[in-house]
């Protein structure tokens, strides 16, 4: 692959996964059939991920306003959710895949955190793709939380009130090991961020699709990249200006 083709390629992914439960309502089935089908669609993107070269992939599995759907769904989330961590770990660490989860995840029972745990410390020596996998997660909630850690540092002398500038406060934000995020997709027909990734969000390429998440296939994630690689990224430049630097 050329340095021109390299280059366009996103090398950080993020995917807010919608239209499960529409998914489902047209088939005359309950969300969690469409949930389940989801997660096939998870499993087929990274394996698309893994042949296209991205280097990280963000999935937004569970939000922190997700919480407050009706009982018995998030029930069967978290279930598929354990069934999923049991089922799949194995063949992504086989994969070479560094699975991570991000997000408040004291929210969580002990047993489900304990399956979290063991998830990343099995893939930890991986390096193929990065999987983060946002659960009880929130852009805002990821915002305090970096600005607590800055405040901490302060108090504890580590740090000076001026010293914090966005690269700063940007080491306690998620993700921030990671190359920055190049394309955010979501799917299901909303043009919205929801909560997801607003620090990180800053400067990426934004793709919408109608595509309801089930179906969301290999075919579609290139679409998508190569919508990506059609954009001028110009970070504040002129198009002149980034034509010289190219």
Known sequence: MTKAQVSQV???????????????RARHRPRSFGHNAGRKAVRATIESCLREGIQALTLFAFSSENWLRPQDEVGALMSLFVRALDKEVDELHGHGVRLRFIGHLDAFDESLR??????????????????????????????VQASRQA?????????????????????????????????????GGECRISNFLLWQVAYAELYFTDTLWPDFDQACLRQAIEDYARRERRYGRTSAQVATTS
Do not use: C
Not at 156 to 177: F, K, N, P, T
């Open 10 to 24: 996103p090398r950080h992914i993020a995917i807010v996964m919608d239209g499960n439960g529409r998914w489902a």
């Open 114 to 143: 304990q399956r979290m745990q063991a998830a990343m410390t099995r893939t930890a020596g991986n390096d193929k793709l990065q999987v983060n996998i946002a659960v009880s997660y929130g852009g805002r909630w990821d915002i």
């Open 151 to 187: 405040a901490a540092a302060v108090a504890r002398g580590e740090l000076r009130v001026d010293e914090i500038d966005e690269a700063r406060l940007g080491e306690w934000m998620s993700l921030a090991e990671l190359p920055p995020l190049d394309l955010f997709i979501r799917t």
